[in-house]
C-alpha cells in the first residue's frame, strides 16, 4: 500500500500536503480502496473557513457515501474541478491528479496532531 512519508495524515483517511501555509487534501489510497469505485464527488465549501475535523464534502462510491475531514482548521480556497466530470481519478492517482481541495491553513499548530506515514500505517495495518 502506498503511503507517501511526504505527506500528513488522518485517523479518517485524509491526507494533506503542505506547501507554505497552503494545504492540498484529499482520500488515501486505503479509504479509495475500502470505498470501491467512486462514482461522485460534492464539495460546496469553496471561500468557507472550516474548522478541524469539520466535514468539507461528501464522496459518494456504488455501495456508500462518506464525509470528508478537515485535517486542520482554514478556508477552503480550490476545488479539484477535473473530479467533477472524472470523480474516478481518485480511485487511479488518490495522492496526485486525485487530489480533493486546497486550503489556507489558519492554524499551523493543528498540524502536529496529525499522523506520519508509519503512525497511519500502524492504523490501517491494525
Known sequence: MN????????????????????????I??????????IV?????????????DEPFGTIE?????SDMF????GEVT??????ESNPEIV??????EGWIVKIRISDPAELEGLLDAEAYKEIIEA
Do not use: C, R
Open 28 to 37: 488515501t489510497e486505503f479509504a479509495q480502496k475500502e470505498l470501491g469505485d
Open 70 to 73: 478537515m485535517p486542520v482548521s
Open 91 to 96: 480511485n487511479k492517482d488518490p495522492y496526485g
Open 61 to 65: 462510491a456504488v455501495k456508500t457515501v
Open 78 to 83: 480550490e476545488f479539484n474541478e477535473a473530479l
Open 40 to 52: 461522485f464527488i460534492e464539495v460546496e465549501t469553496v471561500g468557507e473557513m472550516m474548522d478541524k
Open 3 to 26: 503511503i507517501p512519508d511526504k505527506l500528513k495524515y488522518t485517523k479518517e483517511h485524509e491526507w494533506i500536503k503542505l506547501e507554505g501555509d497552503e494545504g492540498t487534501i484529499g
